[in-house]
């Protein structure tokens, strides 16, 4: 499943970058705007802004549909819900890591991220 997971959260994380930018120019665009007088590049701005984040919606959606947790738009970190030993946790995967490597406890979150391969050895 990593590989479709890879290539939404590769689009996902493209278009947040696109999403912020897209932001900060209709932000600098309004500063010259007024109801009476709107700016034209503003309203395209906002529109593309619009559109940006519905695809971001978008792909959240699709990995929430895969049991798969996005937990941060700007590096591309998603959680894979799973148990161990009758606990639950997460399998942790952050865009440009190779596999998943990690995993953490359901309330540790990405700060207690630890090696698979440690916990395969303890378990």
Known sequence: MLPLVRRIVEDLVRDHARWLDKVNEFEIATVGSSIDHPDAMAE?????????????????????????????????LVDFPGEVNGRAI?????????????WHEASTGFAGRRPVMAMLAES
């Open 44 to 76: 395209l701005l906002q529109q593309e802004a619009l559109r940006l984040a519905a695809d971001i919606e978008g792909y959240v959606q699709e990995l929430n549909d895969l049991g798969v947790e996005c937990k941060g738009l700007d590096a591309g």
């Open 90 to 102: 997460y399998y942790c995967w952050k865009l440009g890591e190779p596999s998943v490597q990690y």
